[in-house]
């Protein structure tokens, strides 16, 4: 009796049953990543050198995610919400091996296809987790680390098709840097109150460098368009840094007691 009655050892069986939940789905997103790639090899004859950097970039997510699961408890299955995500990685990774080792003017409208769907999904997942009471930090950190590789991957696009500069790339590296920041600076290990603003802008700069893609879209119009796009996410970063600065400074300033 008393071993069940051991916190411990409780959340290390909850966590064993989460991770032969969570191995169903990763391994059913090998599959769909491994068929879609040999969909797109016979559609545009890529290389094997694209399943490797598809598999590879999967691979690291899939284990980001094993060592993550911790976060998800006190769920003890992977859920929908999650499976959603998962498969944004899946479309995410195999469009990174697309795009990576095929001619630009061979893509088409392929990229912003693919990169509409994936944003679509994206408004999914959200609602599935409220929907089936699956909310945790795990899957609000998986979301966004899956968003924050979606831009980076857009701004490499819009850059391999020459309709912006290497500038572009300053909006998809944002958040790793951001991240960088805060093993450097303690006062940005904060934690941001939730803002409709900075949702707003990171819809309207993700638009905007899909819109990008478009082959109707082209220079001048593409850079401009980029530009936005990033001076949006630049501005939602800073006045997010801004914040966590003053609010730090807030708690050290001491206060008075008469």
Request: net charge positive.
């Amino acid at each position: 009796m008393a071993d069940f009655d051991n916190p411990t050892l409780q959340q290390g069986q909850e966590l064993k049953v989460l991770r032969q939940s969570s191995l169903v789905w990763l391994l059913a997103g090998a599959v769909c990543l491994v068929l879609g790639q040999s969909l797109l090899n016979l559609l545009f004859g890529i290389p094997a050198g694209g399943l490797v950097l598809s598999a590879t970039l999967y691979l690291g997510i899939a284990c980001s995610v094993w060592l993550g699961l911790a976060a998800h408890l006190p769920q003890r299955s992977f859920g929908l919400a999650n499976g959603i995500t998962l498969l944004r990685a899946v479309l995410t990774c195999l469009l990174a091996g697309l795009v990576a080792l095929t001619e630009p003017e061979r893509l088409g409208w392929l990229p912003l296809a693919a990169a509409l769907t994936i944003l679509l999904l994206d408004g999914l997942d959200g609602w599935a987790a409220r929907r089936t009471g699956q909310a945790s930090a795990f899957g609000a950190r998986f979301d966004i680390e899956m968003d924050s590789l979606l831009v980076l991957l857009l701004c490499a696009t819009v850059l391999l098709m020459d309709k912006a500069g290497p500038w572009v790339l300053l909006a998809g590296g944002l958040r790793y840097l951001f991240l960088a920041g805060t093993g450097l600076l303690p006062w940005m290990k904060g934690t941001l109150p939730e803002s409709f603003r900075r949702k707003a802008l990171y819809v309207v700069s993700t638009c905007g460098v899909t819109l990008a893609l478009a082959p109707v879209v082209t220079a001048p119009f593409s850079h401009v368009i980029a530009a936005v796009a990033v001076a949006g996410l630049v501005i939602s970063f800073m006045i997010d840094i801004s914040w966590l600065y003053r609010n730090t400074q807030k708690e050290r300033t001491p206060k008075w007691k008469p």
